[in-house]
């Protein structure tokens, strides 16, 4: 997907809602637990209640992971349903992978053709080489770390280089010419929307992924204020104040709302 | 698994070899492909040759996660093999993560209680709350990366803070704080070794993980005379090197004599 056609979809649905799946098996309502997938089962009910309110979706695949074999079939499974349900959204392995070249190149495999991802969250640390693998792949993207929304975030993407701008802002300048507005996002956290504009000068035309928002804090108002690109350019993401809405029988109901709550927020 | 015993393990067997499994089923010898379990049955291969060499074994997630859900499924048959073969050695998941507190948390189960892996690889961009879930499992261990040995280390590593050390030095400095030397190792290329020595001022008891010797063009002596502690303190990984040395029927007498050859280099 270029980044043409996904402000388009954001246009047409009039909202940048990501959904972030990140389920947890001990979280799945109780009378979902009889299904032989229950974490696909929760995740299709929240897709089928969610869909036309958000443009993208966010598996966490540490939940996955969590569960061996079965949450990888599951996200699998989900992927998959993601896919038939509408092809235009946006799907996120949200990974934050990044290790050397052979070792990229698997992961870019893994993510990209074993499953159908769109996209890739990648973490800069290790440089140029551990990210280029992803961005040679036509129509999907990687999503760097930037500025994230945890505390931890002061402990070295605050540091200030003897260059004069933050590690996160060299971060920025220096990967942004790494591939284009077509091939690379950055992820920068709600909860610090004083350094959206100054990122949105760095960066004019790529898309940002804003996690943060809700359970952590982050708000809404403040980063469409600051964080917008000419054409659209955001993805905000939330998790559990989305899918853990509810915890009854009528959670997939009580996510729609929370869903529609936040996108009717988004001024589109 | 304490240092003590780690430090123990590799005087007795007179070794600081990790051997690293990135094995990827393209690769594996043309015989063992009408096995069920290809990789598995390499790696056991690999495991049998060479575990009276090694001290430990280290799993690259990357290679089994591009191969779905039958990937994981060896990966798992390779731990438990490693386990059932030897339980004093120490089986490593290199897999370079690094997450929010609640994904930390699930990502520190998969590894540590799902699999029984006894430390796993991790990137320190997220700062402190990204890695003090890991620190919480006695006897696991994280092992950041604070130096690689890929040519992108120079990117954001080697940057210089006004504080006047540069980045990599920081990292180990606060992160050095946040465990001790029975729960936190740190990952240093091979391929710098002229930064050992000053690394082992900042983190004279931490245990350090190499890769870089072989292919990637490190020297074994360098590293021997500028990074050993105290009480050894070392874990030399090779993985193509030796897992590739022999193409094949005898790929694994051909990685024995490898590990063999490196081994008898060490000093020890």
Redesign the interface.
Known sequence: MTAAELNREIRRKKSYLCVGL?T?PVKVPIHLNRQVHPVFAFNKAIIDATQDLAVAYKP?L??Y?????SG??QL?MTVDYIRSVDPSLFIIADA?????????E??A??FFL??DFDAITL?????????EPFLQFPGKWAIL?AL??????????M?????GEP?YE??LQ?SSTWGTPDNLMYVVGATRPEFLRRIRRIVPDHFLLIPGIGAQGGSLEMVLENGRSTHGGLLINSSRGIIYAGKGEDFAEKARAAAHDMVSNMGL
Do not use: V
Not at 123 to 131: H, K, L, N
Not at 148 to 157: E, I, K, L, R
């Open positions: 990140d947890d966490n540490a939940f992971e969590a569960m061996g074999t990888l079939e699998e934050k992978r990044g290790d050397i070249g052979n070792t990229a698997q992961y495999r893994a074993h499953y973490s800069p640390y290790m440089g140029q080489d551990s990210i770390l994230t929304s945890n505390s931890g975030a002061n402990d070295f993407q540091q200030r280089l003897t260059s590690l060299k971060i220096e």
